[in-house]
């Protein structure tokens, strides 16, 4: 798999700058991309404009975000525009894109999204995880991932990093799955297991989803709980626009807390779990149903039709 984690199209030596001034560099190359991010396709003068910079210097920068792949040149603006026209600018659909990857109880998945935020390729691998030692499905997802990854580069992207989502408590280190207990993984350092050259990042679930929320959602507030059901119940809070993980790096698991002290014993190694209420399994089995594929969909089918 080739995956380069460092910039593929070198701007070339450049003088290096003081530790103040390339920090405002950077804040500035992040501004504008921002800026076209939000509001593109935009021209040179348009986005100086919006930044309080000269175009000289916006120019300067755009040529090095250009160089790195992040922004592209769609061509002169639209007709009917007073003066010489600018070439627009936008979000590159070429260059550095983000790999995620999924650890569930029933499947895993990857897929690759470029800065536009487009799913370029995906893949799914249907079948049961629970108990199964974290090796073999180590290796399933990292073909997963070299399947999808191979699709991307075909379009002209580059892996920048990797997320892999799981379903359980992860340490602060963003690394080790401490306990998955729908999956009966402990203490299982899942970093070592993937490809290194990504230098891939371990969470929750939910907390993933927590932020998908915050940074894409329509008018999402910046405090909010986010609760997620499948197979389990996983849940994460955000607090003035930052994911809340509490000092151990669990805060927001909200399948295991105890909503019954003497109820039905879960893997967890605790009692009367919320899962075993709410979760999908406890639902199906409420309902005299067994657990399996597409019996979700039966019961919302008999729910619907007033059962």
Do not use: K
């Amino acid at each position: 798999m080739s995956a380069p984690l460092h910039e593929p199209h070198p701007a070339g030596p450049r003088r290096a700058l003081p530790d103040t001034q390339q920090g405002m560099r950077r804040r500035n190359l992040a501004r504008v991309m921002h800026t076209v991010s939000a509001e593109g396709p935009l021209s040179r003068a348009a986005v100086a404009s919006r930044i309080g910079l000269t175009r000289a210097a916006v120019s300067t920068l755009v040529d090095e975000l250009i160089r790195s792949g992040l922004l592209e040149e769609l061509g002169p603006e639209r007709p009917g525009r007073v003066g010489r026209p600018g070439s627009a600018l936008a979000v590159s659909g070429r260059g550095p894109a983000g790999v995620g990857a999924e650890v569930g109880v029933d499947h895993l998945a990857a897929c690759v999204v470029d800065l536009r935020g487009e799913v370029r390729a995906r893949a799914v691998r249907h079948g049961t995880n629970r108990g199964r030692s974290p090796e073999p499905v180590a290796e399933e997802l990292t073909a997963l991932i070299s399947q999808v990854v191979a699709e991307a580069e075909a379009q002209g992207l580059w892996p920048a990093g990797l997320a892999v989502a799981v379903p359980g408590l992860i340490a602060r280190d963003g690394r080790t799955v401490v306990r998955a207990p729908n999956l009966d993984w402990h203490d299982t350092d899942l970093s070592a297991l993937l490809p290194d050259e990504f230098g891939p990042a371990v969470d929750n679930e939910a907390n993933f989803g927590a932020l998908a929320e915050l940074w894409l959602g329509e008018g999402t507030p910046q405090d909010f709980l986010h609760v997620s059901a499948e197979i389990g119940i996983g849940a994460a809070v955000v607090v003035d626009g930052r994911l809340l993980r509490g000092t151990r790096g669990f805060a927001g698991e909200l399948g295991h807390v105890p909503v019954e002290p003497e109820g039905p014993a879960c893997p967890c190694g605790g009692r009367g779990c919320l899962e075993q209420y709410a979760g999908e399994e406890a639902v199906l089995r409420a309902a005299g149903l067994t657990a399996g594929e597409g019996r979700v969909g039966l019961l919302a089918t008999r729910a619907a039709e007033g059962d």
